[in-house]
């Protein structure tokens, strides 16, 4: 986020994060990263980083990395310019809001991906419609195709999937590392108000279920509005490491 700047291209902050992983320890980056710029960052698996970033820009960063035989999978979007516009700032909100309510939801007793991802979607749903974005009518099937494509999350261990064959309805027991990753993508085609095309927003953090709750292993990472225009405002561009 400091290192952002207009003009930088995806490819500069996708290499930057590599070196700065392996600098603490990381081996290699545990998927193949997203870094996607502006109208890019609302096609899901955008991984050619090879734009240059405007200033009107948000970057959508989903990366991770391998360290000690385990993986990390963490999303962040933030403004090329250090401020999010109004139409920026409020659907980002609504996505951590999304958020907020399913790390709530898993701290209330034993669940399972199945029973989040409904739930996501019925947050999601409320949260589309009172940011008018949808109209109040949509469905939750409606939802999922226009504006939230994919799933809440997934198991998280020693591999980014890990592993896609446990069924969703696998309890989430002590000891088990899951994604939340709530997301809003409305393309330039979408049929949603002008003002909101050209968005694409994922928040994502790896929680661990404890016996005591749940625990955000990525929460230094910073997620509110105020401490990513924070950090964006601290530039410092690509000539200082």
């Given amino acids: 986020m400091k290192h952002v ?12 994060a590599e070196y ?20 890019r960052a609302t096609t899901l698996h955008y991984v050619n980083c090879d734009q240059i970033l405007r200033e009107q820009d948000l970057v ?5 990395c391998e360290k000690g035989g385990y993986c990390s999978d963490i999303s962040r979007s933030f403004p090329v310019s250090g401020r999010f516009s109004a139409a920026q700032r409020e659907v980002y909100e609504g996505v951590l809001h ?16 199945f029973q989040l991802d409904d739930f996501s979607l019925d947050v ?19 939802v999922r195709h226009l504006f939230y494509p994919h799933a809440i999350g997934h198991f998280l261990g020693m591999d980014t999937h890990d592993t896609s064959s446990l069924p969703w309805t696998t309890k989430l ?14 393309s330039e085609d979408n049929p949603a108000p002008d003002r909101f095309k050209g968005i694409g927003i ?9 016996s005591s709750g749940v625990r955000n292993l990525s929460h230094s990472i910073p997620s509110s509005v105020q401490d990513i225009e924070h950090y964006c405002n601290h530039q410092l561009g690509f000539d200082e490491r």
């Fill in 20 to 39: 700065r992983m392996r600098k603490h320890g990381g081996s290699r980056y545990s998927f193949p990263p997203v870094v996607a710029g502006g109208n």
């Fill in 5 to 16: 700047v207009p003009g930088c291209s995806e490819a500069d902050l996708k290499l930057l």
């Fill in 60 to 64: 959508l960063f989903d990366g991770g």
């Fill in 98 to 113: 999304v958020q907020a309510e399913v790390i709530k939801f898993l701290q209330g007793g034993i669940r399972t991906l």
């Fill in 202 to 210: 994922r928040i994502e953090d790896n929680i661990a279920i404890t």
């Fill in 124 to 142: 999601m749903r409320s949260t589309v419609v009172e940011l008018g974005i949808a109209k109040r009518d949509i469905s939750k099937s409606q």
């Fill in 173 to 186: 027991d002590d000891g088990v590392v899951v994604t939340v990753e709530p997301g809003i993508y409305i």
